[in-house]
Protein backbone atom coordinates (compact mmCIF):
# COMPACT_ATOMS: atom_id res chain seq x y z
CA UNK A 1 0.00 0.00 0.00
CA UNK A 2 0.95 3.29 -1.35
CA UNK A 3 2.54 5.89 2.15
CA UNK A 4 1.07 8.23 -0.58
CA UNK A 5 -3.05 8.18 -1.55
CA UNK A 6 -4.70 8.83 -4.56
CA UNK A 7 -7.94 8.22 -5.69
CA UNK A 8 -7.73 5.17 -8.15
CA UNK A 9 -9.98 7.28 -11.49
CA UNK A 10 -11.28 10.49 -11.67
CA UNK A 11 -12.96 11.92 -15.17
CA UNK A 12 -14.07 14.75 -17.01
CA UNK A 13 -15.53 16.32 -19.87
CA UNK A 14 -13.67 18.49 -22.85
CA UNK A 15 -13.03 22.16 -21.16
CA UNK A 16 -14.01 21.08 -17.41
CA UNK A 17 -11.71 21.45 -14.55
CA UNK A 18 -10.39 18.51 -12.71
CA UNK A 19 -8.38 18.01 -9.52
CA UNK A 20 -6.48 14.85 -8.32
CA UNK A 21 -5.46 14.90 -4.81
CA UNK A 22 -2.67 13.08 -3.34
CA UNK A 23 -2.63 12.69 0.70
CA UNK A 24 0.20 12.01 2.86
CA UNK A 25 1.84 12.33 6.30
CA UNK A 26 3.46 14.36 8.67
CA UNK A 27 6.68 12.06 7.82
CA UNK A 28 6.29 12.95 3.83
CA UNK A 29 4.40 15.56 2.37
CA UNK A 30 3.96 17.94 5.22
CA UNK A 31 7.73 18.82 5.34
CA UNK A 32 9.23 18.09 1.43
CA UNK A 33 7.75 19.08 -2.02
CA UNK A 34 5.47 17.17 -4.48
CA UNK A 35 6.44 16.36 -7.96
CA UNK A 36 3.47 15.13 -10.31
CA UNK A 37 4.07 13.16 -13.40
CA UNK A 38 1.73 12.33 -16.50
CA UNK A 39 2.17 8.52 -18.15
CA UNK A 40 0.73 7.87 -21.04
CA UNK A 41 0.46 4.22 -21.99
CA UNK A 42 3.96 2.92 -22.46
CA UNK A 43 5.47 6.02 -22.26
CA UNK A 44 7.99 6.97 -19.41
CA UNK A 45 6.42 9.34 -17.32
CA UNK A 46 6.63 12.93 -17.78
CA UNK A 47 7.43 15.80 -15.24
CA UNK A 48 4.25 17.64 -14.80
CA UNK A 49 4.71 19.52 -11.74
CA UNK A 50 8.19 20.18 -9.37
CA UNK A 51 8.49 21.78 -6.28
CA UNK A 52 4.98 21.67 -5.63
CA UNK A 53 3.69 24.40 -8.27
CA UNK A 54 6.32 24.85 -10.33
CA UNK A 55 6.06 23.81 -14.55
CA UNK A 56 8.80 22.85 -16.57
CA UNK A 57 9.50 24.37 -19.26
CA UNK A 58 7.27 23.28 -22.14
CA UNK A 59 4.25 21.67 -19.85
CA UNK A 60 0.79 23.92 -20.58
CA UNK A 61 -0.41 26.20 -17.63
CA UNK A 62 -3.58 24.64 -17.89
CA UNK A 63 -1.17 22.03 -15.11
CA UNK A 64 -1.36 23.38 -11.63
CA UNK A 65 -0.11 22.32 -8.28
CA UNK A 66 -0.97 23.28 -4.80
CA UNK A 67 -0.08 21.86 -1.37
CA UNK A 68 -1.16 22.29 2.15
CA UNK A 69 -0.30 21.04 5.35
CA UNK A 70 0.00 16.74 4.11
CA UNK A 71 -1.91 17.39 1.45
CA UNK A 72 -1.24 18.30 -2.35
CA UNK A 73 -3.15 18.83 -5.23
CA UNK A 74 -2.99 18.49 -9.31
CA UNK A 75 -5.61 20.41 -11.26
CA UNK A 76 -6.00 20.81 -15.00
CA UNK A 77 -8.11 22.85 -16.33
CA UNK A 78 -9.34 23.62 -20.07
CA UNK A 79 -9.18 19.67 -20.17
CA UNK A 80 -8.71 17.80 -23.45
CA UNK A 81 -8.80 14.35 -24.67
CA UNK A 82 -5.20 14.06 -25.13
CA UNK A 83 -5.10 14.64 -21.03
CA UNK A 84 -6.06 11.05 -20.68
CA UNK A 85 -3.60 9.64 -18.79
CA UNK A 86 -2.52 8.40 -15.27
CA UNK A 87 -0.96 10.60 -12.91
CA UNK A 88 1.26 10.21 -9.85
CA UNK A 89 2.59 12.53 -7.02
CA UNK A 90 6.01 11.53 -5.76
CA UNK A 91 7.68 13.04 -2.52
CA UNK A 92 10.69 12.26 0.42
CA UNK A 93 9.85 10.18 3.08
CA UNK A 94 11.91 10.47 6.20
CA UNK A 95 10.79 7.01 7.62
CA UNK A 96 11.59 5.19 4.70
CA UNK A 97 14.55 7.35 4.13
CA UNK A 98 13.74 7.56 0.24
CA UNK A 99 11.16 8.33 -2.32
CA UNK A 100 7.36 7.49 -1.93
CA UNK A 101 5.13 7.47 -4.98
CA UNK A 102 1.16 7.79 -4.56
CA UNK A 103 -0.62 4.96 -6.57
CA UNK A 104 -0.98 6.80 -9.43
CA UNK A 105 -4.58 8.21 -10.95
CA UNK A 106 -6.58 7.61 -13.97
CA UNK A 107 -7.89 10.58 -15.78
CA UNK A 108 -10.41 9.69 -18.08
CA UNK A 109 -11.80 12.28 -20.51
CA UNK A 110 -15.26 11.96 -21.50
CA UNK B 1 17.52 15.81 -25.61
CA UNK B 2 17.54 13.80 -22.58
CA UNK B 3 17.25 10.23 -23.05
CA UNK B 4 17.76 7.33 -20.84
CA UNK B 5 17.60 3.84 -21.72
CA UNK B 6 16.79 0.94 -19.84
CA UNK B 7 18.26 -2.88 -20.53
CA UNK B 8 19.31 -6.50 -19.39
CA UNK B 9 15.57 -7.24 -18.24
CA UNK B 10 15.06 -11.09 -18.86
CA UNK B 11 13.42 -13.89 -17.13
CA UNK B 12 15.98 -15.01 -14.48
CA UNK B 13 15.36 -18.37 -12.28
CA UNK B 14 14.52 -17.33 -8.26
CA UNK B 15 17.80 -17.13 -6.31
CA UNK B 16 19.27 -15.67 -9.31
CA UNK B 17 21.11 -13.03 -9.96
CA UNK B 18 21.31 -9.79 -12.96
CA UNK B 19 22.28 -6.82 -13.99
CA UNK B 20 20.70 -3.73 -15.28
CA UNK B 21 22.03 -0.89 -17.02
CA UNK B 22 20.78 2.90 -18.07
CA UNK B 23 22.73 4.80 -20.49
CA UNK B 24 22.01 8.56 -20.34
CA UNK B 25 22.42 10.93 -22.91
CA UNK B 26 21.69 14.24 -23.44
CA UNK B 27 23.14 15.93 -20.46
CA UNK B 28 25.80 16.09 -18.51
CA UNK B 29 25.37 12.67 -16.57
CA UNK B 30 27.63 13.24 -13.58
CA UNK B 31 26.07 16.54 -12.74
CA UNK B 32 23.15 14.65 -11.66
CA UNK B 33 22.31 11.82 -9.02
CA UNK B 34 20.21 8.79 -10.01
CA UNK B 35 17.81 6.86 -9.01
CA UNK B 36 16.30 3.43 -10.33
CA UNK B 37 12.30 2.87 -8.99
CA UNK B 38 10.29 0.04 -9.73
CA UNK B 39 6.61 -0.89 -10.44
CA UNK B 40 5.20 -4.34 -10.05
CA UNK B 41 2.38 -6.05 -11.86
CA UNK B 42 -0.71 -4.28 -10.59
CA UNK B 43 1.09 -2.32 -7.93
CA UNK B 44 2.08 1.08 -7.42
CA UNK B 45 5.75 2.35 -8.08
CA UNK B 46 8.39 1.63 -5.51
CA UNK B 47 11.79 3.76 -4.87
CA UNK B 48 14.54 1.11 -5.07
CA UNK B 49 17.39 3.07 -4.64
CA UNK B 50 19.70 6.36 -5.20
CA UNK B 51 23.29 7.07 -5.93
CA UNK B 52 24.76 10.76 -6.02
CA UNK B 53 26.60 11.82 -8.26
CA UNK B 54 29.81 10.70 -7.88
CA UNK B 55 28.84 7.08 -6.63
CA UNK B 56 29.77 7.80 -3.17
CA UNK B 57 26.59 7.95 -1.34
CA UNK B 58 24.03 5.26 -2.08
CA UNK B 59 21.20 4.69 -0.51
CA UNK B 60 18.52 1.68 -0.96
CA UNK B 61 14.98 0.43 0.56
CA UNK B 62 15.18 -1.88 3.45
CA UNK B 63 13.53 -4.38 1.60
CA UNK B 64 16.57 -4.41 -0.81
CA UNK B 65 19.30 -3.93 1.34
CA UNK B 66 22.67 -6.22 0.76
CA UNK B 67 21.04 -7.68 -2.13
CA UNK B 68 21.10 -4.88 -4.73
CA UNK B 69 23.60 -2.67 -5.46
CA UNK B 70 23.50 0.96 -7.54
CA UNK B 71 26.70 1.86 -9.07
CA UNK B 72 27.74 4.31 -11.59
CA UNK B 73 30.34 5.06 -14.39
CA UNK B 74 30.25 8.52 -15.36
CA UNK B 75 33.04 8.05 -18.01
CA UNK B 76 30.13 5.73 -19.97
CA UNK B 77 27.25 7.74 -19.10
CA UNK B 78 25.94 4.53 -17.23
CA UNK B 79 24.16 3.75 -14.48
CA UNK B 80 23.67 0.03 -13.41
CA UNK B 81 21.47 -2.56 -10.68
CA UNK B 82 23.33 -5.29 -9.68
CA UNK B 83 20.47 -7.59 -8.60
CA UNK B 84 21.10 -10.79 -6.69
CA UNK B 85 18.79 -13.65 -4.56
CA UNK B 86 16.04 -12.33 -6.82
CA UNK B 87 12.66 -13.71 -6.05
CA UNK B 88 9.46 -13.59 -7.48
CA UNK B 89 8.72 -10.44 -5.50
CA UNK B 90 11.10 -8.94 -7.34
CA UNK B 91 9.27 -8.98 -10.81
CA UNK B 92 8.62 -5.85 -12.18
CA UNK B 93 9.16 -3.14 -14.22
CA UNK B 94 12.31 -1.33 -13.30
CA UNK B 95 13.05 2.73 -14.37
CA UNK B 96 15.76 4.65 -14.28
CA UNK B 97 15.39 8.10 -13.60
CA UNK B 98 17.37 11.52 -13.17
CA UNK B 99 17.92 13.08 -10.10
CA UNK B 100 18.25 11.63 -6.27
CA UNK B 101 17.30 14.51 -3.95
CA UNK B 102 13.57 16.19 -3.09
CA UNK B 103 15.12 19.11 -3.76
CA UNK B 104 16.02 18.06 -7.63
CA UNK B 105 13.27 15.72 -8.04
CA UNK B 106 13.14 13.00 -10.47
CA UNK B 107 13.10 15.02 -13.32
CA UNK B 108 13.61 12.17 -16.76
CA UNK B 109 12.68 8.88 -16.56
CA UNK B 110 13.45 6.09 -19.16
CA UNK B 111 10.55 3.62 -20.58
CA UNK B 112 11.66 0.60 -18.25
CA UNK B 113 12.98 -2.76 -18.67
CA UNK B 114 11.15 -6.06 -17.68
CA UNK B 115 12.39 -8.25 -14.65
CA UNK B 116 10.65 -11.35 -14.67
CA UNK B 117 11.51 -13.70 -11.71
CA UNK B 118 10.42 -17.10 -12.60
CA UNK B 119 11.16 -20.97 -12.74
Known amino acids: QSLLTQPPSASGTPGQRVTISCSGS????????VYWYQRLPGTAPKLLLY???QRPSGVSDRFSGSKSGTSASLAISGLRSEDEADYFCATWDDSLSGWVFGGGTKLTVL | EVQLVESGGRVVRPGGSLRLSCAASGFTFDDFGMTWVRQSPGKGLEWVSS????????TYVGSMKGRFTISRDNAKNSLYLQMTSLTAEDTAFYYC????????????WGQGTLVTVSS
Open chain 1, 26 to 33: SSNIANYY
Open chain 2, 97 to 108: ARGETVREGLDY
Open chain 1, 51 to 53: RND
Open chain 2, 51 to 58: INWNGVRT
